[in-house]
C-alpha cells in the first residue's frame, strides 16, 4: 500500500510537473511570439509623417501680398514741418495718417528711402547750424542729410522693405564719411530687409544680402543706381551700390536659388527728371534683369509717376513717383507731377507640387494714387486718391484721370482704386 500510494504521488507531481512545463512553456512561446509580432509591428508599421505626407493634398499654394511706392524725399519744408522745438524732436506720423491703414494690411511693403540719415554731429553741425530753413546738422538739396525719425515712422506703420542707393546717398560724402556708415547701421538694426549700402568698401554686394519670408513665401531685394551726382570719388561712394552688369548678373546668380521671389529696386538716372516718358536705356537695363531671372523691379528717380509693363513674366515699374517730397512747390513748370505717387499693389503665389517643385506668379495688381499736400509749407499729408477731395485740391477728380492715364499708358490690366467722389 505504501508503494503505490507514493507510485501515486509521483505519478500526481508528474503530472502538476508536466503541466507547469506545458502551460509555462507555452506561455514562453506566447510571450515570445507577442515580442516578436510587437517588434514587427513597431519596425514595419508606416511613419505616422510619412504617411500624413502621403496624405497631403497636393498642389500646395502660399500668398503673400506686397505693396510699393516711390521717393522719400525729405526737403527742409518736409522735416521742418515735423520738428518739435521744444524737444528737439520729430514726428512724422501726422504726414502718414491717412496711409497708415493701408500699409498695415499688406505681408510686404517697399518705399525708396531716396536720403541719407546721417547723424547730426561733427562736419554736419560746423557747416550747418540751425537758422531759420535748417535744424543743426540736417541739410537739404543738395547735399541732403535727414533725420532718421522718418525711418522709424514708416517703419511703425508697416513698410519692411527699403532700397537706399539713389543718385543722393553720395550727396553728404563731401561733407563726412560717416553719413553712409550712419544709415547703413540705423536700418541694420531695424527688423526689415533693406539693400543698396554696404557696410565696408571691401564688402562683396554678392555676399550682402538679407532673406525673409512671408506666409511661406521667401524673397529679398537688391538695389542699385547708375549716378551717385559725379560724387562717386568720394570714399562713401564705395560703399554704394553702383549698377554694373557684370556685378549684378553676380549678385543675382549668389542669390537666385536661395529664395522665391527676387526683386530688384533700380534708381535709374537715364533720362529727364519729371519726364513720363520711359527711356530706352532703363529698358535695357529691366530686359537684362529679366533675362537673368528677377521677378520683379521697382523703378525710381524720375521724381514723377512711369507706366508699367511686364517683359516676359517679370513685372517692370519703371517708377513710382514721389512719395512724400516738397518737389511741387520747390520746381516750376511741373505741375504735379512731383507730388502725385502711386501705392502699387501686387499678389505673389507660390505653387508646391508633390515632386517637391514650385513656381512663382504675380498677379491681382492694383494701384491708389497718392497726393502730397501742404498747407503753405505746413501740415504735410500723404493723401490716397481713393481719400482726396477738393479740401485738398479742387482739381483732384482732374489730376486723379491724368495721372491714372499716364500710369497704365503700356498696360491696362490693373485695378485702379477708384478716387473718392464724396458720393
Not at 506561455?27 to 514595419?44: G, H, M
Not at 520738428?83 to 494690411?105: E, G, M
Not at 531671372?293 to 513674366?313: A, M, N, R
Not at 517637391?356 to 503753405?376: E, F, H, M, Q, V
Amino acid at each position: 500500500m505504501a508503494k503505490r500510494k507514493l507510485k501515486k504521488k509521483y505519478k500526481v507531481v508528474f503530472w502538476l510537473l508536466a503541466l507547469i512545463i506545458i502551460f509555462t512553456g507555452g506561455y514562453l512561446v506566447i510571450s515570445k511570439t507577442a515580442l516578436k509580432d510587437n517588434f514587427l509591428n513597431k519596425t514595419n508599421a508606416p511613419n505616422k509623417d510619412n504617411e500624413t505626407k502621403e496624405n497631403e493634398s497636393y498642389p500646395k499654394t502660399y500668398k503673400a501680398s506686397l505693396i510699393a511706392t516711390g521717393d522719400g524725399l525729405l526737403h527742409n519744408a518736409v522735416y521742418l514741418d515735423a520738428y518739435d522745438k521744444a524737444t528737439n524732436t520729430f514726428d512724422f506720423k501726422p504726414q502718414l495718417q491717412f496711409v497708415k491703414d493701408i500699409i498695415s494690411k499688406y505681408d510686404i511693403a517697399y518705399y525708396n528711402q531716396e536720403t541719407v540719415f546721417g547723424k547730426p554731429e561733427g562736419e554736419l553741425l560746423t557747416r550747418f547750424p540751425a537758422d531759420s530753413v535748417n535744424i543743426a546738422g540736417y541739410v537739404s538739396y543738395p547735399y541732403f542729410n535727414s533725420p532718421s525719425a522718418f525711418g522709424d515712422d514708416m517703419v511703425d506703420i508697416g513698410f519692411n522693405l527699403v532700397s537706399l542707393a539713389s543718385n543722393h546717398s553720395a550727396d553728404c560724402t563731401n561733407l563726412t564719411d560717416k553719413c553712409v556708415t550712419d544709415s547703413y547701421n540705423f536700418w541694420q538694426n531695424k527688423d526689415i530687409v533693406f539693400a543698396g549700402f554696404k557696410p565696408t568698401p571691401e564688402t562683396d554686394s554678392s555676399e550682402n544680402y538679407i532673406i525673409a519670408e512671408a506666409n511661406g513665401i521667401t524673397y529679398t531685394l537688391l538695389n542699385y543706381t547708375t549716378s551717385l551726382n559725379g560724387l562717386n570719388g568720394y570714399n562713401s561712394s564705395k560703399l554704394i551700390n553702383e549698377f554694373d552688369e557684370e556685378q549684378v548678373k553676380k549678385d543675382i546668380e549668389a542669390v537666385r536659388d536661395k529664395v522665391d521671389v527676387l526683386i530688384v529696386a533700380m534708381h535709374w538716372h537715364t533720362g529727364a527728371e519729371y519726364s513720363f516718358e520711359v527711356t530706352e536705356e532703363n529698358r535695357k537695363i529691366a530686359t537684362f534683369l529679366a533675362n537673368n531671372g528677377v521677378d520683379l523691379v521697382l523703378g525710381t528717380y524720375s521724381h514723377c509717376l512711369q507706366p508699367f509693363e511686364w517683359i516676359d513674366d517679370t513685372l517692370v515699374y519703371y517708377s513710382l513717383g514721389n512719395f512724400i517730397s516738397n518737389q511741387g512747390d520747390l520746381i516750376d513748370n511741373i505741375g504735379y507731377k512731383g507730388i502725385v505717387g502711386v501705392l502699387a499693389t501686387l499678389d505673389i503665389t507660390k505653387t508646391v507640387q508633390k515632386d517637391g517643385t514650385s513656381s512663382i506668379k504675380i498677379d491681382n495688381l492694383g494701384a491708389d494714387l497718392t497726393y502730397t499736400y501742404n498747407n503753405n509749407h505746413h501740415d504735410y499729408r500723404v493723401i490716397p486718391f481713393s481719400k482726396m477731395s477738393a479740401e485738398y485740391n479742387p482739381d483732384y477728380l482732374k489730376i486723379y484721370e491724368q495721372y491714372k492715364e499716364v500710369f497704365t499708358s503700356l498696360d491696362k490690366n490693373i485695378n485702379i482704386v477708384p478716387v473718392n467722389t464724396g458720393i
